[in-house]
């Protein structure tokens, strides 16, 4: 059974810095794909960050040069550094991993809609 463990929200100025991780175990990680999400009440949820089965990032505009996904194989681990936090970026964040997925070679703008299995979320909340 696949499962993920978030950590790492939480709440801070505008213009700081969080990083966000997410353990995954009970899966082949290093060729799932792998997404970070966030959702705000009443939107639906959406993709911030995505890494393919081929190690490629893509990033949601709204965060592209501020925040950056990365996985470490040898720990299962998802991360995503988010730094110039805006109010905007408060949310609850989601990790998410499931299946194969390649972004076009020179697309920046592929990222998974949805995937098979997520975490149980994390807040980030950010004050002007």
């Known amino acids: 059974q696949v499962q993920l463990a978030e950590s790492g929200g939480g709440s801070v100025h505008a213009g700081g810095s969080l990083k966000l991780s997410c353990v995954v175990s009970?899966?082949?990680?290093?060729?799932?794909?792998l997404g970070w999400f966030r959702q705000v009440p009443g939107m639906e949820r959406a993709p911030v960050a995505g890494?393919?089965?081929?190690?490629?990032?893509n990033y949601a505009d709204s965060v592209k040069g501020r925040f950056t996904a990365a996985k470490d194989n040898t720990k299962n681990t998802l991360y995503l550094q988010m730094n110039s936090l805006k109010p905007e970026d408060t949310a609850m964040y989601y990790c998410?991993?499931?299946?194969?997925?390649?972004?076009?070679?020179?697309?920046?703008?592929?990222?998974?809609?949805?995937?098979?299995?997520w975490g149980q979320g994390t807040q980030v909340t950010v004050s002007s």
């Open positions: 009970g899966s082949p990680f290093a060729d799932y794909c």
């Open positions: 890494i393919d089965s081929d190690g490629r990032v």
């Open positions: 998410a991993a499931g299946g194969y997925c390649y972004f076009r070679p020179g697309s920046d703008t592929d990222l998974p809609r949805t995937l098979g299995y």
